[in-house]
């Protein structure tokens, strides 16, 4: 007899977009969900107004939460950036990608202890 197990994680997940600015001043994003907190400030210049995409999920199964911003290219520099991940309990930073000019996808995760 054969025995088929599946066992699936209950992510959550909200997608949205934001407008990055440039003009050399400090810029500040927040994205709140399921009362996670994921901020991204930034001072960007070089060319105009770029739409970008976050993406924050929660899997409180495995106590993850990923905070994902991209754009598929971009003509903007980043004079300073930082991410931040907030939210109940202490957050333990698992994985960070620095920002790149010109680069995709990049990603913060952290799980609750």
Known sequence: STILMCIFAQTWSLDGEFNVKPGGKPETFVQEFEGYKCTFKYTATG???????ITVDVNKEEQMVTCMLGRDSSYLYFDSFA???????????????????????????????
């Open 47 to 53: 060319g105009t107004n770029e739409d970008w995409r």
């Open 83 to 113: 991410m931040e991940l907030s939210g109940p309990g202490n957050i333990n930073l698992l994985h960070h990608e620095a920002i790149s000019e010109n680069r995709g996808n990049r990603k913060l995760e952290g799980s609750e202890v």
